[in-house]
T-cell receptor, first 112, second 114 residues
């Protein structure tokens, strides 16, 4: 079974803090994704990595950065958290050139 | 812009009954894949069913089937013999060959009543 794990299920941070969200997959997948999920808006792509050290901006990259130093790990970084970044963050991975994505359980981030 | 529209924010179905969730999408590409994902409360998103746009035959997976109308850009999900465990948020999505990620709809929340 493919397993995608995220470092925290719930996280509370203060405005201005630097926040790291970690995602790890155990199936040697090349592609990894970070989505943001908000009620009434569905899932929106923040960043995509098609391989180690490779990244592409998604639809809403502003205020976020990513790091992929190892194939199994994809980190989402909020350099200076703001209240409008309060959301559910979902990580996903897949084999390159395959279409099915495997999702992690999500991290519900609250910025106060 | 490429978009996915799920016009039903919420749906309700009785156990053992059939329900259809609607989805329309908009892409100028001819080659793409369509998906329905299920997100149960507080649980991980999982793939329910997938349809290749080049295939005319509608995909089926046990109690789940789709009605794919390529010309109308419509991709509805039918759930037969609904079970309590089907209660979840359902997302329609597609990805094109030229793209690199899924385009999601806003989701339909399905309630299953005993």
């Amino acid at each position: 079974d493919v397993k995608v794990t995220q470092s925290s299920r719930y996280l509370v941070k203060r405005t201005g803090e630097k926040v790291f969200l970690e995602c790890v997959q155990d199936m040697d997948h090349e592609n990894m994704f970070w989505y943001r999920q908000d009620p009434g808006l569905g899932l929106r792509l923040i960043y995509f990595s098609y391989d180690v050290k490779m990244k592409e901006k998604g639809d809403i990259p502003e205020g976020y950065s990513v790091s992929r130093e190892k194939k199994e790990r994809f980190s989402l970084i909020l350099e200076s958290a703001s209240t409008n970044q309060t959301s559910m963050y979902l990580c996903a991975s897949r084999v390159a050139n395959q279409y099915e994505q495997y999702f992690g359980p999500g991290t519900r981030l609250t910025v106060t | 812009a490429q978009t996915v529209t799920q016009s039903q924010p919420e749906m309700s179905v009785q156990e053992a009954e059939t329900v259809t969730l609607s989805c329309t999408y908009d892409t100028s590409e001819s080659d793409y894949y369509l998906f329905w994902y299920k997100q149960p409360p507080s649980r991980q998103m999982i793939l329910v069913i997938r349809q290749e746009a080049y295939k005319q035959q509608n995909a089926t997976e046990n109690r789940f089937s789709v009605n794919f109308q390529k010309a109308a850009k419509s991709f509805s999900l039918k759930i037969s013999d609904s079970q309590l465990g089907d209660a979840a948020m359902y997302f329609c999505a597609y990805e094109t060959n030229s793209g690199y990620a899924l385009n999601f709809g806003k989701g339909t929340s399905l309630l299953v009543t005993p």
